[in-house]
């Protein structure tokens, strides 16, 4: 069953990547991605590596995800 | 920032939430010798508490660190580590070679002196840059920080 | 007709890297060739030499701490970097409009 865990996370990554490819708008590609970002963190600690996920989880999760937000607020601003 | 998305329940959960963030940041970077965690981390978790403070509240968390402070803090961190990394030329070591000052312990112990110095100096350094770049990408209407 | 172009180069591409993931040494192998030099004497000696637990934050903040002060360098410079591109500037500071 553990042994299963590994391969799960990984389908769900990409899972997760195919969906935020079609994905109809930006934002919800970039929150698909975070969710992705999650998903790569989980499996980090499944492969023993709690340093890289504790790294993903704030980085990949939380702070692109924002960043990301953030450009395609300005770059929309600038369509208008 | 054009607009920020305050409401009475986001406020009081970011407001319950930053000090435990900050708490939680201390310990990660106090306590990296032991468990996962480290400078960067500890950093990233500082920076995302002041984010969501100012994601929640605007203009009105600003007051916590304002841009010009997270500007200081960006250069505080490389300077501190740096600055640990050129002490320890003046006790007889090479570069970062914590091993050298004059600390009434185990040797042993100095070393995880020196790299806890070190930690404290990345997670200033990351957070004070992660708080800036998000200050430039979302900034306020009239274009200052 | 781009998008089947595409997949037709790629596939090829995902054979051969299938192909080489296969050789890869199994995780946690201790006798693969990342373990084979440095990584004995980390595991014997990082606990006595730095009094870290956690090996990871032994490597990265005291044997490799040089390495460690350059990726600081980077991120500090990354956020100069992003500051400069999306030039945020205080109106107060004279030379953004000829001021």
Redesign the interface.
Known sequence: MIDLLGPLFLLLMVVCALAALNAKDLLSAVTIFGAFSFFSAVYFVVQDAPDVAFTEAAVGAVITTVFFVCAIQRTSEDDQ | M?STFGSPVLDAAARLLAPFMWLFAAY?VIH??????????AG??V??SI?LLR?VRGRLAASVLTSRDALTL??L??LL??GI?IASFFFGGN??D?GVFPFPM?P??V??M??LG??I??AV??A???V????????WE???? | MIRRLTVLLLAPALVVLLQAAADLPEVGDSTAPAFAHVAPYYLAHAHEETGAANYVTAVLADYRGYDTFGELTVIFTAGLACLLILGVCDKATPGRDGA
Not at chain 2, 142 to 145: F, M, S, Y
């Open positions: 054009r990660v990296g010798h032991e468990s996962p965690g480290g400078g960067f981390q990233v978790i920076a995302a984010i994601l960006a250069c961190g490389p580590y740096g990394g570069f970062l914590y185990e042993s112990e070393r995880a020196g790299t070190i930690e100096g990345v350094g990351v004070g840059v992660l800036l770049i998000f200050d430039a990408l979302a900034r009239d274009g200052t920080l």
